[in-house]
């Protein structure tokens, strides 16, 4: 089983574009969507839902108006500002509720419930493309990495069921908790990054970050004939570290356009920007292979 995760620095460098056209390439894999904040290529890919699950983090705070006698305690105790007044009772706003349990442990009438916090859903759908692991959290929950960790699982699991050779993921951006989850047992990151100042710092913090895990990591340069410059940086950045350039990918509008149709970019042109991804999975496919 091998296990590809496609990442970058920050979001918004073409990531899920390249993982949409890898996906069409790509044989004989499970399609594993880990950019849970922000999800987005279930838009490419159209997934069909076969199984759904919710997906519970951590608790919070809930009061049972029968039992509160509106003494305020709760509201005196609590540090993040999550309880409010409510008529002669008192009650708890989700959103702020951080689930410290303090005014569980203070309230006098034990009257707060602390369930397990219900963030979000997660799914196992068909695509065009083959089975595909996505969720997507309710509205101002966080991602700690925990659901991460769990899509990556079930992704695994069902990849062994069907007698599938390769995960690939779209991972979260960033260098934060769901990224290094993201990483966790992965065989080879590619990095989408982009020519500019900040494309290049990203791209050495999040190499930096597959260094220290040891997952080899390869490069690819989305719309380098933007700044020839930093796409020379970004060239010699690899060769210091170590790092493969596995492809330099043109700024090209065939981009916008399949995403405005959704499809991936490789099913709408297999002459430019299409022939360049073609070529970025063909290496990307020896390193694999390599390992
Ligand atoms: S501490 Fe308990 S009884 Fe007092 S206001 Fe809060 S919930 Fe009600
Ligand atoms: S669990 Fe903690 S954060 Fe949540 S309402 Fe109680 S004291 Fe505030």
Redesign the pocket.
Known sequence: MREIVIISGKGGTGKTSVTAAFAHLAENKVICDLDVDAPDLHLLLDPQVVREGAFHSGNEAV??RE?????????E?CRFGA?DADGE??RIDPLRCEGCKV?VA???????DFPSRHCGTRYVSDTRFGPMVHAQLFPGQENSGRLVSELKKEARVLAERMGRDLILCDGAPGIGCPVISSLSQADLAVVVTEPTPSGVHDLERVAELCDHFRIKVAVIINKHDLNAGHTEGIEAMCRRKGYVLAGRLPHDTVVTEAMVRRQAVTEMDGENFGRRVNEAWTVIQGLLNAH
């Open positions: 009061i049972d039992r509160c006698i509106g003494c305020g305690t709760c509201m105790m309880v009772k008192f005014c203070f309230c006098p009438e034990e009257a707060i």
